[in-house]
Nanobody, 115 residues
Framework: QVQLVESGGGLVQPGGSLRLSCEASGIIFRFYAMGWYRQAPGKQREWVAGITTGDSTNYADSVKGRFTISRDNAKKTVYLQMNSLKPDDTAVYYC?????????WGQGTQVTVSS
């Protein structure tokens, strides 16, 4: 059974930092490109960042320079380091694993940026 479990969300003040983790099980992790998405209330889910099997990274313009995605294949985990957080970053954050044949999603973790 495939599972993606996100953690690390919470409440943080503007300008603060959080690190999200997404641990995978049931897949050969190193074969999967990984991504982070987010969905704010009343809005569509949007792509935030991605990392390929070869460790190439890409970011949405809204988070470029503030967020960093990384992966640890030995731990089957992808991370999203989020710095200089803004209220607009408030959303449920989801990780996605995209493989040759299948795509899997985690259940999400809430990030709230508020003073």
């Amino acid at each position: 059974q495939v599972q993606l479990v996100e953690s690390g969300g919470g409440l943080v003040q503007p300008g603060g930092s959080l690190r999200l983790s997404c641990e995978a099980s049931g897949i050969i992790f190193r074969f999967y490109a990984m991504g982070w998405y987010r969905q704010a209330p009343g809005k569509q889910r949007e792509w935030v960042a991605g990392i390929t099997t070869g460790d190439s990274t890409n970011y949405a313009d809204s988070v470029k320079g503030r967020f960093t995605i990384s992966r640890d294949n030995a731990k089957k985990t992808v991370y999203l380091q989020m710095n200089s957080l803004k209220p607009d970053d408030t959303a449920v954050y989801y990780c996605k694993a995209a493989g040759p044949l299948n795509t899997y999603w985690g259940q999400g973790t809430q990030v709230t940026v508020s003073s």
